[in-house]
């Protein structure tokens, strides 16, 4: 079994920053993706940014230029830093991991963590 705690969700007026962190825990053998989705009222859930295990990156056009991933493969933790926040950035917000347990691979979801930005 995969968990993945997410934290560092929160509240913040445009132009702000926040950092939303995700680790994960259980028994796999690697995890070759991770990334973050958002799900805003109304909508569909939507990748905003993923990032491998080696390293490379994919970015939402909304979030190029303005949201860094990254993640530490010693912790199995992915980071979301989130600069220069506007009000359509609000939605809750899923880590995401692709993992495999020596068999097959999985997909595994976090619970959750709201942002809100707004003045």
């Known amino acids: 079994q995969v968990q993945l705690v997410e934290s560092g969700g929160g509240f913040a007026q445009p132009g702000g920053s926040l950092r939303l962190s995700c680790t994960a825990s259980?028994?796999?053998?690697?995890?070759?993706?991770m990334g973050w989705y958002r799900q805003a009222p109304g909508k569909q859930r939507e990748l905003v940014a993923s990032?491998?295990?080696?390293?490379?990156?994919t970015y939402a056009d909304s979030a190029k230029g303005r949201f860094t991933i990254s993640r530490d493969n010693t912790k199995n933790t992915v980071y979301l830093q989130m600069n220069s926040l506007k009000p359509e950035d609000t939605a809750v917000y899923y880590c995401?991991?692709?993992?495999?347990?020596?068999?097959?691979?999985?997909?595994?979801w976090g619970q959750g963590t709201q942002v809100t930005v707004s003045s």
């Open positions: 990032i491998t295990s080696g390293g490379s990156t």
């Open positions: 995401n991991a692709v993992v495999f347990g020596g068999e097959k691979f999985g997909t595994h």
């Open positions: 259980g028994n796999f053998f690697s995890m070759p993706a």
